[in-house]
Structures are given as C-alpha cells and as structure tokens.
C-alpha cells in the first residue's frame, strides 16, 4: 500500500521525505539494520570470542573496550517505550537477573578476546537502571568490577529516571563511581508525562536534580522527547525554558518515533489508524531547533544530531564515541546488543530464555552478524556523520579510502539538497541536515540494507 505521507523530494533525486509520523523504527542506531542479524551467525561470534582481541583489520589497531550493562526493570512502561522492560519482576527475580548478568560476565572474562583487558567506557541501560536499590547496585557492580576491573575506565554512565531517586539512592549510585547521570526527563508538563506514560512527574526531577547537584556527580545529562502525545507548542516552549534553567552539562534530545512495539502503536492498530497522534516529522524537527537555539545562546554547542553539551572540552560522550568508532562493546543482560571482534551480537530477547540460557552455562546469544571489511566503513561513516562532521582525512588514514571519494554520489546529492556544508578535510552537514540526517544515511545504504523508511 502506497503511503499517502510520503511525497517525493522536488528539489532533488533524493528518498521521498516523510510528513506524518507513521510507526517504525526511523533512527538509524547500527548497521546494517538488526533484521540482518541472524542465528545462523552465532557460531562464528562463539569462534571470535576464542581469538585475541583484533589488533588490525589491515586498517585499525586494537579496539578499546567498553561494557553495556542491561537492566530491564521499570515502575511502569511509557506508552512510546521500544526497548526490552519489565514491570512485572519481584525481589526474587530481580536478584536472579543480577546474579544472571554476573555468570555472563564471568563466562565473557575468560574469553581470550576479553581476557586481561581494562574496559575505557561503561554504560548501564535499561528499562531503570535506578530501579534497583542501593544493595542491589553494590552487589551488582562489585561483581562486575572483580571480572573487569573499572580503573582505566574514563566514563561510567548510568540511566535513571527521577522518581525512583531517594537522596540515599543518589548518594549510592555516585559512589559507586558514576561519572554521568543521565535523567530520563523527557518533559516537565505533568499532563504530557501522564499521557505518554511515564512513572515521574515535574516535581520529582527538580527534587533529584537538586540532590544530584548537591553531591557532585561530575556530569549530569537530562533527556527530552519532541514531539510526544498532546506535545503543543506552547508546552515545549516552557519545557525548555525550565531545561535551559537547570543549566545540564549536556542534554540530549530525540524525535518521538512510534516502533510497533509500542503502546501507541497498539492503539493506531486497534482503531485502524496509518498515522501516530504525535508531531509531524517537519514540526519535531523545529522544536528540536528551537530548543538547540535557546541553548546556543547561552553559550552551549550543538555536538550531534541529538546533543547539545556546555562545554565540549569536559563532556566527551565517550561511549557514543566508542560506539560509532567501532569499538569493542561487551553487552551483557537480556536483549543487549554488541560488537566483539568484528561481530554484531545480541542476546536473548525475553527474560526466561535468558536467564534459562545462562544458569545453563552458555552464553545467551540469539542473534549475530558478522561484519565485512567495506561495511566497517560505511558504519563509521554513517554514524559519526551523525555528529555532524567527520574527517575525510582520518576515514582515508584508517581504511585506505578517501569517502569524498567513496560516496562522492551520496554526497554530491547531499550538497545539492542543501545539507552539506563545504569544506576541505571536514565533511558536514548544515543544521537543516543534522537534524534529519537519519533520512539522509539511508543513502549510503547498500542496496540489499535499504529498508524503505525514511523520516
């Protein structure tokens, strides 16, 4: 079926720019797309992981390492939520999800690709990552840093939302060696957080911001969603005036988009409906560039597509770097996904299956993908373009390609729809560009990858 909110591109021979948003998943996070990722692959992620760790795919030397941990438990899920949560889990369960994730490691750490190694970045995701208690926190990553010792790393993030933060909590969570709180804000109207689903309301995140303040955590980042159910332009406006006043070191903000596994989703279905009750893809993008304006003119910088930080000299966002640059990213928990040794890997995507695999004594990988020499390059590409510029010059010293010349077809459309800024070494996108690069990368795609959704 045709989709009538898809009209084509008329200034040039471009993909046909989305109007409405309809469901899917729009942002590129990886590539290729996960659907590429197969069990059939699993057998050679299980080979890599009894190989020492790459030290050069003729163009790179040795990968740092970094560690994804998933925790999938939340008070309540969002209506837009797509990841893989769990509301539903006693004490009981949770205890044996943690004790899981450590017999994961465990087997990991013994690996030679792991073996020895100090990882540079950590990340705890979720679902809430705060949900746990402080006891449980401690156990969890006492563990963890047995297996793996953290001294080397240079980032520990961790993902919490505002109203599971108690002042003890808080204080547990800094001490346990966070150095970048990231607050699932997203709003601060009560009625659009209660619409769309989330656990807080406004008066919980001035409380923890003001405590997590007060102790000293070195970076704080809080989280906005343009575009959400009942979202006006009035709310966002007062949204980031009340952002702007907390003065973040860094804050990221994403489009609403409506995967399938959603409960917005859902709800199109069941009444029949092609089109989300959210924002239009033109007008998420404005609030975005509103919001990165106002933020501009008290001295922050626009980093990425979806970040604007107060000093890029102290926030380095060293994970997101790892990730777009190709480095090893040891995930453990159910549904993470990583990458070792030139291999895309995720595990298990629901929570028995997970934990059955796992007391088992395997390694609960579902899905695997391994990555051949020329998609290394377009990943990188794509993704860190995604930060708005990169180096033709560094891409040309680490593949032996110059990607001016590599997608000069890519980039030549890019230049003439606007998006492109000039430039020697620095290939980069305009605002307008950044702002709706994910529709942009599908360009770069091999034609086997294109998936047909543009946003």
């Known amino acids: 079926m045709t989709n009538p909110a898809a009209v084509p591109n008329e200034n040039s021979s471009g993909p046909p720019i989305q109007k409405e948003t309809t469901a899917g998943n729009y942002f590129v996070a990886n590539y290729p797309p996960f659907a590429f990722w197969k069990k059939e692959a699993v057998p050679e992620f299980l080979a890599a992981l009894d190989r020492p760790p790459v030290t050069n795919y003729e163009y790179r030397i040795t990968n740092p390492l970094g560690l994804y941990t998933h925790i999938p438990f939340c008070r309540k899920r969002c209506h837009f939520c797509y990841f893989k949560v769990y509301t539903d889990k006693d004490s009981a369960q949770i205890r044996a999800y943690i004790d899981a994730v450590l017999r994961e490691l465990t087997a990991y750490a013994g690996k030679p690709c792991i073996s020895g190694r100090r990882p540079k970045f950590i990340y705890f995701g979720g679902g809430t990552p705060s949900y746990l208690s402080p006891d449980q926190l401690k156990f969890l990553t006492d563990g963890m840093k047995a297996l793996l010792p953290w001294d080397e790393a240079e980032e520990v993030t961790f993902e919490a939302e505002p109203g ?11 001490d346990l060696g966070v150095t970048r709180l990231s607050l699932g804000i997203e709003h601060f109207d009560d009625h659009i957080l209660e619409i769309n689903g989330r656990a807080h309301r406004s008066k919980e995140i001035a409380r923890a911001y003001a405590y997590a303040r ?17 979202e006006t332009e009035e709310k966002w406006k007062d949204t980031v005036a009340k952002a702007v006043e907390l003065r973040p070191d860094s804050v990221t903000i994403y489009q609403m988009e409506v995967p399938y596994n959603t409960g917005i989703y859902q709800q199109m279905k069941s009444e029949g409906k092609l089109v989300a009750p959210v924002a239009d893809w033109e007008t998420k993008r404005r609030w975005v560039n509103y ?15 979806t970040t604007v930080v107060r000093d890029p000299a102290q926030v380095k966002f060293v994970y997101r770097q790892g990730l777009f640059s190709g480095a090893d990213v040891l ?12 291999v895309h890997y995720q595990n298990h995507h629901d929570f028995q299956p997970y934990l059955d695999a796992v007391n088992a004594g395997q390694l609960p990988v579902y899905r695997a993908y391994v990555v051949p020499r020329d998609e290394h390059y377009l990943r990188e590409f794509m993704l860190q373009l995604k930060l708005g510029s990169v180096s033709a010059n560094a891409f040309a010293q680490k593949f032996g390609a110059d990607p001016r010349v590599q997608f000069a077809a890519p980039l030549a459309s890019l230049k003439e729809q606007g998006f492109l800024t000039n430039g020697g070494d620095r290939i980069g996108l305009t605002r307008d560009g950044l702002l709706q690069v994910d529709r942009l990368l599908q360009q770069f795609f091999k034609p086997e990858h294109k998936t047909g959704r543009y946003a």
């Open 331 to 342: 995930s453990v928990g159910v549904a993470s996904f990583g990458h070792l040794n030139g």
């Open 214 to 230: 007060e102790i000293g955590f070195p970076q704080i980042n809080i989280d906005l969603i343009a575009g959400m159910v009942e």
């Open 164 to 174: 599971t933060l108690t002042d003890h909590k808080l204080k547990a969570i800094r």
């Open 291 to 305: 919001a990165y304006g106002e933020f501009e003119k008290i001295g922050y910088t626009v980093t990425s597509t």
